[in-house]
């Protein structure tokens, strides 16, 4: 590999998420649960680009509302450079200049993209190369949605969905994501599902011991097949962020009564993710949606996790 000079820019691509399936069982003693996720990456990107600096450092800019994301050192970016800095005895710092395509606190990893960026590219600036398992491990320290955030493709993800195994996908699927102008805290979300559980004796969405992916998804996922995908698609989250937010019920009937397979809230919401059949429903569904002044945004997947890019 050659050696990046004292003035390079090192350049790193993540994608954002969607989860096709999420089943949320028992709420665990460190505060998070144990989850069945099926994962999707899709081509909305974070472009992450680094260089040499002697401290630590975040610059925003981007196709979405970027009010939300703190450009101080709780910045997961910054905590990402951090952790490698402090795993690889690294005494340097770095300049993160991020480019924010995935919708902020949307539920669709777009913070979790930026940390997996992070590490490759400051792995490259550095030369610091650390093995991919435990750049892997380091993610799994970020959050949850950071290791699929570097594999990226199609996985499942069991534990607190941090513990992935690749899952078999042909073809491509066609999305209209509506993007809320507001966000979800996922915690927030996460405590409203321990809440109905616990008002409605844990009968109407009892948690599952051991949750696993429906082999009906991995089924679709495999066939290429979007209509099998939108019988099963499933988000235990979906019912809290509705109750959290109201208003997300009228844009899951929007998208369905203009052309949608299926709508679904894209983990922690508040993005709707809707299934389309092809690109020409994907299209005029999006018109629809921008019609009703809702933002729409198409993208399709699976796609490729974290990657450097030659500019
Ligand atoms: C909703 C999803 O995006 C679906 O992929 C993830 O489960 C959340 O992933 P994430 O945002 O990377 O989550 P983290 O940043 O690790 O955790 C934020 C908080 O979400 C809750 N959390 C997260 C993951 C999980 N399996 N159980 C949880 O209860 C916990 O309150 C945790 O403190
Ligand atoms: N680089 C970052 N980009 C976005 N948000 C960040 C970043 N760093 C810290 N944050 C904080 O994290 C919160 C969640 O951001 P993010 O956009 O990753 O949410 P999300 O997509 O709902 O996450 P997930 O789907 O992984 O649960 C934001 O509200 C913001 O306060």
């Known amino acids: 590999m050659t050696v990046p000079a004292a003035s390079a820019v090192v350049h790193a691509r993540a994608p954002g998420k969607i989860n096709v399936f999420l089943k949320v069982g028992a709420l665990l003693d460190d505060g998070y649960h ?39 050192p709780s910045n997961i970016a910054i905590r990402a450079a951090r952790l490698l800095a402090r795993t690889t005895r690294y005494l340097g710092g770095v ?10 606190a949307g539920g669709m990893g777009g913070g979790s ?13 550095w030369r610091t190369d650390l093995p991919r398992e435990q750049l892997l491990a380091l993610a799994r320290q970020l959050g949850a949605d950071v290791p699929f955030a570097i594999t990226g493709g199609t996985a499942i993800g069991t534990g607190r969905g941090d513990e992935l195994s690749p899952a078999l996908a042909k073809g491509q699927f066609h999305w209209v994501l509506a993007v809320a102008d507001f966000g979800l805290s996922t915690p927030t979300v996460y405590t409203e599902l321990d809440r109905h559980r616990e008002r409605h004796a844990r009968d109407i969405y009892p948690a599952d011991p051991t949750p696993t992916v429906d082999a009906h998804v991995l089924q679709a996922l495999r066939a290429g097949d979007p209509h099998m995908l939108a019988e099963c698609l499933h988000n235990d989250l979906q019912a809290p962020a509705l109750h959290l937010e109201p208003s997300l019920a009228e844009t899951l009937e929007l998208g369905e009564a203009n052309g949608a397979l299926v709508g ?14 092809d690109l020409d429903s994907a299209l005029d569904l999006q018109v629809a ?22 500019d």
């Open 34 to 72: 144990d989850v069945a996720i099926a994962y999707q990456a899709v081509s909305l990107f974070e472009e992450v680009r680094v260089r040499h600096a002697d401290d630590f450092s975040v610059s925003l800019t981007g196709s979405v509302e970027l009010g939300r994301v703190p450009t101080d």
């Open 95 to 104: 300049h993160i200049d991020i480019e924010k395509n995935v919708p902020v």
């Open 113 to 125: 993209a930026d940390a997996a960026a992070t590490l490759i590219a400051c792995d490259a600036l």
């Open 264 to 277: 679904i809230v894209s983990g922690s919401g508040p993005t709707v993710a809707f299934l389309a059949a």
């Open 289 to 310: 949606l921008s019609a009703a002044r809702l933002k729409a945004v198409r993208a399709t997947g699976p796609v490729h996790g974290a990657r450097l890019v030659t």
